[in-house]
C-alpha cells in the first residue's frame, strides 16, 4: 500500500518568513494530493491540492510542487502569519472506482512566532 | 458553506460497550469515509462507503466495526465491545462524484474508552 513520509515533524518560523514541508509516496499510481490543516480540536481542512498532471500550483501565500518522477511534494507557505500555526498533513491519494483512499503523513506541527 | 457534522463531540464509555459515531455529510456527497486519529498520531483510513455498501476498509476495520447510512442523511459507525486502544479521535469525510472528489472532513468526535 500507499506509504506516506513527511517531514520535518515540527516546525518554527518567525513572522514574515517562508515554510516548507517536504512529502515522498511510495506509490507511483497515486494522482491526488491534498494538504491539510488541523487546529487544535478541529478535523483536518483542505487547504490546497494538487493532481498528477500539474506541477505546481498557487493558492495566495500556498504553494505546493509536484515532482512525480522523485515522488516528491512539497507546501510553501510565504509571509507566515501566526494565524498559520497548526498541525499540517500532508497525503497521498489513489482514485480507485471513483473513491478515493487517502494515505496522510505524519504532520508537521508549524508554530509562527510573532 | 457545506460541511461535514459530527456527534457527539466527545463519548466516555467502558470497555466492552457499544458505541455509535454519528456524522451528517455534505448533502450531495456519495461517498463516506471514517478515519480516525490516535492522540499525536496520523490519521489513518478506517472504510470507505459507497452506494449503501463498503468500497474498501483497513485491517484496523476488524469485526468490531460496522458502518451504516440508516437513512438519507447520517453515516454512522459502530463499535461492539470497545477496547482501550479504541480511545481516539475519529473522524467522518465524505466527497462528491466526477472529477470533484476532494474529501472533506467533519470536526471530529473524541472517544475515550475506560
Known amino acids: 500500500g500507499e506509504n506516506v513520509e513527511q517531514h520535518p515533524s515540527t516546525l518554527s518560523v518567525q513572522e514574515g518568513d517562508s515554510a516548507v514541508i517536504k512529502c515522498t509516496y511510495s506509490d507511483s499510481a497515486s494522482n491526488y494530493f491534498p494538504w491539510y490543516k488541523q487546529e487544535l480540536g478541529k478535523g483536518p481542512q483542505l487547504i490546497i491540492d494538487?493532481?498528477?498532471?500539474?506541477g505546481e500550483k498557487k493558492d495566495q501565500r500556498i504553494a505546493v510542487t509536484l515532482n512525480k518522477t522523485a515522488k516528491h511534494f512539497s507546501l510553501h507557505i510565504t509571509e507566515t502569519q501566526p494565524e498559520d500555526s497548526a498541525v499540517y498533513f500532508c497525503a497521498a491519494s489513489l482514485s480507485s472506482g471513483g473513491y478515493q483512499k487517502v494515505t496522510f503523513g505524519i504532520g508537521t506541527k508549524l508554530q509562527v512566532i510573532p | 458553506e457545506p460541511e461535514v457534522t459530527q456527534t457527539p463531540s466527545h463519548q466516555v464509555t467502558q470497555m466492552g460497550q457499544e458505541v455509535i459515531l454519528r456524522c451528517v455529510p455534505i448533502?450531495?456527497?456519495?461517498?463516506f469515509y471514517w478515519y480516525r486519529q490516535i492522540l499525536g498520531q496520523k490519521v489513518e483510513f478506517l472504510v470507505s462507503?459507497?452506494?449503501?455498501?463498503?468500497?474498501?476498509k483497513s485491517e484496523i476495520f476488524d469485526d468490531q466495526f460496522s458502518v451504516e447510512r440508516p437513512d438519507g442523511s447520517n453515516f454512522t459507525l459502530k463499535i461492539r465491545s470497545t477496547k482501550l486502544e479504541d480511545s481516539a479521535m475519529y473522524f467522518c469525510?465524505?466527497?462528491?462524484?466526477?472529477?470533484?472528489?476532494?474529501?472533506?472532513f467533519g470536526p471530529g468526535t473524541r472517544l475515550l474508552v475506560l
Open positions: 462507503f459507497y452506494n449503501n455498501e463498503i468500497s474498501e
Open positions: 448533502s450531495n456527497h456519495l461517498y
Open positions: 469525510a465524505s466527497s462528491g462524484t466526477g472529477s470533484e472528489r476532494t474529501q472533506y
Open positions: 494538487i493532481r498528477s498532471n500539474v
